[in-house]
């Protein structure tokens, strides 16, 4: 397809494990974001890539979220040892560098702890 | 600090009748504004961008919106709401050179017949 997809589209998970959500960007696209869209907090920015590098991991939540990206396409968002306020949709998108260029957003993946 | 207010949480509409949906914002530069649309279980699609130029801006699916800087808004209209309008809808700024987007709290669109 040509979007923007995500997978899983739902995880559940156990407090205290590791999960890892999976993005891939629209083809050619070198700038990628990822979103977490919570109830209690909106929809906040967590990490944008230019190609491999993350100039801007201001909104990781936590030392227990990374992400990588690899080959100027895929990306991973791990969250470690998670906690029930990990619960969110984590939404990732994709773009032409720049703020004047449109970003493209994947379907999203639940993430449920219990 | 940059911030996005949207003040109506939810609003119902019948259909036919007009929209209007409110965007405040606070950025010490000029903004560059957004409207999303996000459809039950669906990622969110951009509606129309304001960067520059002309403050009232065309959109998709026959929405605009108007920039006001005076009174530091960006309301989205719509003359006629279809059954399909029924969406959650987030206003959003550009806070950096490279593309990093401030949300606002998301507008619940319900749409009556």
């Known amino acids: 397809g040509a979007g923007v997809s995500q997978s899983p589209s739902n995880k559940v998970t156990e407090k205290g494990k590791d999960v890892e959500l999976r993005c891939d960007p629209i083809?050619?696209?070198?700038?990628l974001y990822w979103y977490r869209q919570s109830l209690g907090q909106g929809l906040e920015f967590l990490i944008y890539?230019?190609?491999?590098?993350?100039?801007?991991k201001s909104g990781l939540p936590s030392d227990r979220f990374s992400a990588e990206r690899t080959g100027g396409s895929v990306s991973t968002l791990t969250i470690q040892r998670t906690q029930q306020e990990d619960s969110a949709v984590y939404l990732c998108a994709s773009s032409f560098p720049g703020t004047d260029n449109e970003q493209f957003f994947g379907p999203g993946t639940r993430l449920t702890v219990l | 600090a940059q911030s996005v207010t949207q003040p109506d949480i939810h609003i119902t509409v019948s259909e036919g009748a007009s929209l209007e949906l409110r965007c405040n914002y606070s950025y010490g530069a000029t903004p560059y504004l957004f409207w999303y649309v996000q459809s039950p279980g669906q990622g969110l699609q951009l509606l129309l961008k304001?960067?520059?130029?002309?403050?009232l801006v065309q959109g998709i699916k026959g929405f605009e919106a108007e920039f006001k800087r005076s009174q530091s808004s960006f309301n989205l209209r719509k003359p006629s709401v279809h059954w399909s309008d029924a969406a959650e809808y987030f206003c959003a700024v550009g806070v950096n050179s490279w593309g990093k987007l401030q949300f606002g709290a998301g507008t619940q669109v319900v749409v009556t017949p």
């Open positions: 890539f230019q190609g491999n590098s993350a100039p801007d």
């Open positions: 304001y960067f520059s130029g002309d403050t």
């Open positions: 083809s050619g696209h070198t700038a």
